[in-house]
């Protein structure tokens, strides 16, 4: 029998009791920066050693956490379900935990590209700094979807949320679009489970908010639905 299809929407919220901040906690900054400054094109031509700097930073921080039970039970339900997870991430923490359908629709952190072909991209777990060139002689860059660019896997992301069986939504504050702008795409009658100690949506049909935080919602929701 054909698995039914569970699409998992993560943010900022789950990483952050592995020790990630997000980004809206502290009146728009992002760990002390404007963002506008750090993960835009216009900060990006202004000073490139900054973002450069700032990602480098970002990058050390991934390597000292690790994924916490909200990343870890979704692995489990795999063994009932084809999940897909769409994260707005650029942590490698669900790929860490085990998840072996992971979309980041924002970048990856641990990968960069060239400012030249934008589908020249490496693996790169190291600092990145100037003069780190592709194979073309051009500066490489961090990627990362900046604000302002476009997200070349949203419509892979839409057409998965119209497939959907069952939606589980961990973690963000459903601000940023066309992330956000996702959840039009769900069926009617699909359930949508929401998990966020400070769920920002508006109620709508089929709708269950667990205002609790990843590592004390997600579990459960798993149990249940591996129990169904
Ligand atoms: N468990 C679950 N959710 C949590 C937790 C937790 N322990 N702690 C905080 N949250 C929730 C907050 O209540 C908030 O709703 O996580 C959400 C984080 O929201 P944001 O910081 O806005 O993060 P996100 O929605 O992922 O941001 C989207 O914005 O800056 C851009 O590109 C960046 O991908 C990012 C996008």
Redesign the pocket.
């Given at each position: 029998m054909k698995k039914q299809k569970i699409i998992v929407l993560t943010?900022?919220?789950?990483s952050?009791?592995s020790g990630i901040k997000?980004?809206?906690?502290a009146d728009g900054l992002?760990e002390g920066h404007d963002?506008m400054e750090v993960?835009s094109p216009e900060g990006w031509r202004r000073n490139k050693e900054l973002v450069l700097d700032f990602y480098n930073q970002r990058r050390r921080q991934l390597l000292d956490v690790t994924p916490n039970e909200?990343h870890i039970a979704l692995v489990n339900l795999e063994k009932k379900y084809d999940v897909h997870i769409v994260t707005?991430?650029?942590d490698d923490l669900h790929e860490r935990a085990g998840s072996s359908q992971v979309l980041h629709?924002?970048g990856e952190l641990l990968k960069v590209r060239s400012t030249f072909d934008e589908d020249l991209i490496l693996d790169w777990k190291t600092d990145l700094n100037i003069g780190d060139f592709c194979e073309h002689n051009h500066q490489l860059r961090p990627h990362i979807?900046w604000?302002g660019e476009m997200v070349p896997l949203l419509d892979t992301a839409a057409f998965l949320v119209s497939q959907a069986d069952y939606i589980i939504i961990?973690?963000?504050?459903?601000?940023?679009y066309p992330?956000a702008g996702l959840i039009d795409y769900v069926q009617a009658n699909i359930p949508i489970h929401f998990?966020?100690?400070?769920?920002?949506v508006s109620p709508r049909d089929n709708l269950t908010i667990h205002k609790?935080?990843?590592?004390e919602?997600v579990p459960k929701i798993v149990h249940s639905l591996l129990s169904l």
């Open positions: 943010g900022a919220g789950i952050a009791e997000t980004f809206r906690d992002w963002v993960a909200a707005q991430n650029v629709l924002h979807v604000f961990i973690g963000t504050s459903m601000q940023v992330a998990v966020d100690p400070n769920p920002a609790k935080t990843a590592t919602g």
